[in-house]
């Protein structure tokens, strides 16, 4: 397994794994697994070299930490790292008032909270310790500090405000303490990445969705001044929800939805170059994305031990040079795009 080493502070930095393990699945996103099928399948990503795991308190409303904790237990605190999210808090409630029906399933019965203060930031980083059984983590990030969760532009205004004015301080302090090593948002666009990145000391960006085969806006106006910076980036959704891995066919996921006409149709002009290159898609959604120069992990989801072997495979890939030349002159990836060699 590749890894890449990140010092933006000259403190020793994080040694990262190439193919990370984003843990929202084994929180039961969109299906229920069994505890031991969850195990199983984060097993299968240590025996492969991972050695970078993401989790956060939304994930199965604190299922996914719990699951952390049982697989952890007995391993050597510094052979990995781990990375959680603050935000939200959470309050117990009955079984049919609970968040996320259609989401999760079979997870406790627990009402979301916002809030990106001072006093939540330090409480929920408590509370995700005694989850996860660990007595501390490695970054901390900033949870869904963007439109896609808050409903409008004026509505993240407030929230990056309070985020700034609260949470911003109480990484600030954890990290100048040596308490966390690293902190920086987890997100479901760029432009709040480049707004932080402009405003504060952050270190590295979660990014879910938004630098992929599919999707290069990101490319001028966060990506490459993160790595001029030297900020990390992790990459989540390098298959933008399934379309990438399966290919344009039948009920193919874009963003947890049904793929738009576009993105079938520009995955099904990427799957036919990829073919006539012999190289599968999905290796190549995993290559482009962790080419760029700021990457530092790129964590696609995985909920069985099938589905962990094709990460692994994918992170091992080859890609001929003749094929990224291919998008490039057809248009299907920006010219200045960094590719694998």
Not at 3 to 17: A, S, V
Not at 225 to 239: C, D, F, K, L, S
Not at 272 to 283: F, K, Q
């Amino acid at each position: 397994m590749q890894k890449r080493h990140w010092d933006r502070l000259g403190n020793g930095g994080l040694t990262f794994t190439t193919l990370g393990f984003g843990t929202a699945p084994i929180g039961n996103l969109f299906r229920a697994i069994s505890d031991d099928d969850a195990h199983a399948v984060l097993q299968a990503a240590w025996e492969g070299g991972v050695r970078y795991f993401d989790t956060a308190p939304l994930y199965g409303l604190g299922l996914s930490e719990t699951r952390l904790n049982r697989f952890l237990r007995g391993k050597p605190r510094d052979e990995y790292v781990i990375s959680t999210k603050v935000g939200r808090l959470f309050r117990a409630t009955t079984p049919d008032r609970r968040d996320g029906f259609g989401k999760w399933f079979d997870v406790p019965s627990r009402n979301e909270v916002y809030d990106y203060g001072y006093d939540a930031t330090m409480r929920s980083l408590e509370f995700s310790l005694e989850r996860l059984g660990i007595d501390r983590v490695d970054i901390l990030y900033g949870h869904d500090l963007d439109i896609f969760n808050h409903g409008s532009q004026a509505a993240l205004d407030a929230r990056l405000a309070e985020f700034m004015a609260g949470s911003y301080r109480a990484l600030l302090k954890l990290r100048d303490e040596g308490t966390i090593r690293a902190f920086g948002a987890g997100v479901n666009e760029w432009q709040p990445c480049a707004w932080l990145m402009e405003r504060g000391d952050f270190d590295i960006f979660l990014l879910a969705g938004e630098y992929s085969l599919l999707r290069t806006e990101a490319l001028d106006g966060f990506m490459d001044p993160a790595a001029e910076r030297g900020v990390g980036v992790v990459i989540g959704g390098p298959y933008n929800s399934g379309i990438l891995a399966t290919g344009p066919k039948p009920g193919a996921k874009y963003r947890y939805e049904d793929a738009p006409p576009w993105a079938l149709e520009k995955a099904g002009q990427l799957q036919t170059l990829c073919a006539a290159h012999g190289t599968r898609l999905v290796d190549a959604a995993f290559q482009f994305c962790a080419a760029h120069p700021a990457v530092v992990s790129v964590i696609p989801g995985g909920q069985t031990v099938a589905e962990m072997a094709g990460n692994l495979k994918a992170a091992a890939a080859p890609v001929p040079a003749a094929l990224w030349a291919a998008m490039k002159d057809g248009n299907l990836l920006p010219a200045t795009a960094p590719v694998s060699p």
